[in-house]
């Protein structure tokens, strides 16, 4: 299994380290070139509109929406924001694959970053959550299924082929969200 990480911006050094520990072959994703042969991507946090902008710069925005229809995608923090259908306050949506209305920065600045114990079903019971100028979702449509929630607020969340959450499980050293994302991909190709 060959897995992705969008090279563009964020933490990928880390999203590959976590990759690997599943068993995963991993490859960084900057052309469109890259994405060929992989079975996942995962986009990580940033900083949405300069990500937004890189993609479109690399020609990649096209390639990716088209590669995630048969592909599964994992996006954390800014890649939550990439993947949702609604974002408040802003005219239309990136890549528009998640059935989610989002809010950017929700908790707050950069100074307001915090880290806290999640529940996320399927994946753990005491994972800890790492929030940087994080976004969260503020609704979902019937076929999204909530995985996480934060002081009511949605966290982490699936449809289908799609995870994403709010937070940044690539700065710990707990890759259970990774091997789950791994275990997604795996049935997804079987």
Same mark, same amino acid.
């Given at each position: 299994?060959?897995?992705?990480?969008?090279?563009?911006?964020?933490?990928?050094?880390?999203?590959?380290?976590?990759?690997?520990?599943?068993?995963?072959?991993?490859?960084?994703?900057?052309?469109?070139?890259?994405?060929?042969?992989?079975?996942?991507?995962?986009?990580?946090?940033?900083?949405?509109?300069?990500?937004?902008?890189?993609?479109? +710069?690399?020609?990649?925005?096209?390639?990716? *929406?088209?590669? !995630?229809?048969?592909?599964?995608? &994992?996006? %954390? #923090? $800014?890649?939550?924001?990439?993947?949702?259908?609604?974002?408040?306050?802003?005219?239309?949506?990136?890549?528009?694959?998640?059935?989610?209305?989002?809010?950017r920065n929700?908790?707050?600045?950069?100074?307001?970053?915090?880290?806290?114990?999640?529940?996320?079903?399927?994946?753990?019971?005491?994972f800890m959550?790492?929030?940087?100028?994080?976004?969260?979702?503020?609704?979902?449509?019937?076929?999204? +299924?909530?995985?996480?929630?934060?002081?009511? *607020?949605?966290? !982490?969340?699936?449809?289908?082929? &799609?995870? %994403? #959450? $709010?937070?940044?499980?690539?700065?710990?050293?707990?890759?259970?969200?990774h091997h789950?994302?791994?275990?997604?991909?795996?049935?997804?190709?079987?």
């Amino acid at each position: 299994m060959k897995i992705g990480v969008l090279g563009l911006q964020g933490a990928i050094r880390e999203h590959v380290w976590a990759l690997e520990s599943t068993g995963a072959e991993v490859a960084i994703v900057k052309k469109i070139e890259h994405l060929e042969g992989l079975d996942g991507l995962v986009i990580p946090g940033g900083e949405s509109t300069t990500m937004r902008r890189l993609l479109d +710069q690399y020609g990649l925005f096209e390639p990716i *929406k088209a590669f !995630a229809q048969q592909h599964p995608v &994992f996006g %954390t #923090c $800014a890649g939550l924001i990439l993947m949702a259908q609604q974002i408040e306050g802003q005219k239309g949506p990136h890549l528009a694959l998640m059935d989610i209305n989002v809010r950017r920065n929700a908790f707050g600045r950069q100074v307001a970053s915090f880290e806290a114990e999640l529940v996320i079903e399927g994946v753990a019971d005491d994972f800890m959550g790492v929030f940087i100028r994080a976004p969260y979702i503020l609704n979902v449509g019937q076929d999204v +299924q909530v995985l996480s929630v934060y002081e009511d *607020k949605i966290v !982490a969340a699936r449809q289908g082929h &799609f995870l %994403t #959450c $709010a937070f940044h499980p690539e700065l710990t050293n707990d890759y259970r969200f990774h091997h789950y994302f791994y275990d997604m991909v795996r049935a997804y190709k079987e």
